[in-house]
C-alpha cells in the first residue's frame, strides 16, 4: 500500500514546491511530484523559473550587461582596458552552474523540511488519488487529503512559425544559442522577447523585434514605456510594432520571415528566429477525465480567489491558472493554499503584484498606470521624477530613466508605481509594500531616504505628487 499524505504537490516549480515547504512547515506530510528531468536524466525541481526561465535568462543578462559595461562604458570613467571578448562557452557555463546550484537548493530544502520526493508524471485520478507513473513506466497510487496543482505553463507555438531544431526556437532556445546569431528575428516585444533580444544584441547580434500590437509595453504606464522604448532604440534594437508574424521558410541555414504592418506584406531573413508570443497553461495529462476539474475558455484551470478549484480540496496554483504568469504569484499562491489547508485564513492581495523586465534600463510596476485610473473614472494626480536628477544614478553612470508615482486625488492613497531605471526590480519593492499597507503618496513624502541612494528618486516622486519635488527646477509653487 503506498502513502498516504496531508497533501500532494503535482510540479516542483516555484509555485508547487513552496507550497509543499510551506505545507511540511505547518506540519503536514506533505509529497510533491515532478517529472522533470535534466540532460544527465536526473529529476530535477525548479520547474520553468529555475531551469530555463527567470534563473537562467538574468545570468545572461547579467554577464552580456557587464560585458557592454566593459566594452562601452568603462571608458566613460576612467577604466581603460582591451577590447573585451565574449566567450560564450563560459557564459553558458557559469548560467548552467546558476541554475545547478539553485535547482540542488530545492532539492536540500525538500529534505530540510521532511518533503517526500516523487519522481515522475503526476495525474489526478480523483479528489484523493494521484497517481505517479515513474520514469521507466511503473505507476503507483498515493492517496492525499488534499492536492495541489501546479503544473505551470509552456511557450505559445504559432502556426505561422513552426518550430525547428536550431533555427526557429522557443525562449529555452534561445538560452542555448552556442554562438552569437548574425541576424536575430525575435517576434513578440513582451517581457520574454526584450531580455532575450537584449541578451543577443549586447553580445553583438543585429536583433528584431517584430511585434503585432502598435502600443509598446501596454500594460506598463505611457510615460515609463515611451522612455524604454526610446532607451532600448538607443542601444540598437530595432523595434518594429503593428508588424504581424504572417509566416516563415527554412531556406538553407536561414528564416525567411513574412510579415504585414500598415505598408503591407514585408519579409526579413534572420539566422535564428526566437518565438516569444506568450505561455500557455500545461495541463496536458495532470487529471484524469471524470476527475471533473474545470478549465476556463483559456484552457487554464478554473479556481476563485483562494485557489480553490470547483472539486473540493483541490487546489491549482501559479502559471496554470489566471493571473500574471510570474514565479512569485506563483509562490505567493502556494503559500496562501498550503496555509488554507493547515486550517488558516489566508488570502492574496493580486493589486500589488510586481512586475519586472531585466533589459538595461530595468522596468518594473505595479498597480494602475495612469490610464487605467481614468479609464476606470478614477480621479488622479501623479509624481515623476528623472534619475537624471539623482546623485546616487550620476555617480552610478546610470542616469536613465524616471519613476512615476500615481495617486488618488482624494485619498492620496498609492494605486501606482511605474519605474525604468537601473535595479528598477529592486526599487519597486518600495511601491509594493507601500500598497500592501495601504499607504498615501504623503507617507513616503514623509519617509527619510538614505542618501545617496538611487531610491531617493522615489522619495521625490512622492514629493511631486503635490508638486514639491526638492530636486526638480519646474516644480508647482503653493
Ligand atoms: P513552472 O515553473 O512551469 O513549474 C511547473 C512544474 O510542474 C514543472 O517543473 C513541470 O515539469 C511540472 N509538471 C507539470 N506537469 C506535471 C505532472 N503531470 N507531473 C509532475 N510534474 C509536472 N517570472 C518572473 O517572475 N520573473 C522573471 O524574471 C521571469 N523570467 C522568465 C524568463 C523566461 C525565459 C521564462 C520562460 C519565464 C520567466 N518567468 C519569470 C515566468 C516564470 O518562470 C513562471 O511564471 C513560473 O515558473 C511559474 O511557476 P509554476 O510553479 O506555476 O510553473
Ligand atoms: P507576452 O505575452 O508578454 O509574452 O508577449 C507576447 C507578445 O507577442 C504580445 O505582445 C503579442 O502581441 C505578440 N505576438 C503574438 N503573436 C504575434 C505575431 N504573429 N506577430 C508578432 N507579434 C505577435
Redesign the pocket.
Known sequence: MADKFDVIV???????YVAAIRAAQMGLKTAC????VNKEGKTVHG???LN???IP??ALLETSHKFVEARDHFAEVGIEVDEPKANIAKMLEFKNSVINKNVGGISALFKANGVTSLEG???VTSSTEVEVTDHDGNATTYTADNIVI????V?VEIPPTPLTDDLIVT?TGA?EFTEVPKRLGVIGAGV?GL??GSVWKRLGAEVTVLEAMDSFLPMVDSAIAKETQKLLKKQGLDIKLGARVTGSEVKDSEVVVKYTDADGEQEMTFDKLIVCVG?RP?TQ??IADGVGVELDERGFIFVDDQCRTNVPNVYA????VRGP????K?SEEGVMVADIIAGHKAEMNYDAIPS?I?TSPEVAWVGMTEQDAKAKGIEVKTGSFPFSANGRALANNAPEGMAKIIADAETDRILGMHIVSQHAGELIAQGVIAMEFGSSAEDLALTCYAHPSTSEAIHEAALAVEGHAIHMANRKKR
Open positions: 503535482i510540479g516542483a516549480g516555484p509555485g508547487g511530484v515532478e517529472k522533470w520547474g520553468t523559473c530555463v526561465g527567470c535568462s538574468k508524471k503526476g495525474k501546479a503544473a505551470g505553463s511557450p525562449s538560452l520574454i531580455e532575450l505561455r500545461y495529462g495532470v496554483i501559479g502559471d496554470c504568469m510570474l514565479a512569485h506563483a519586472v531585466y
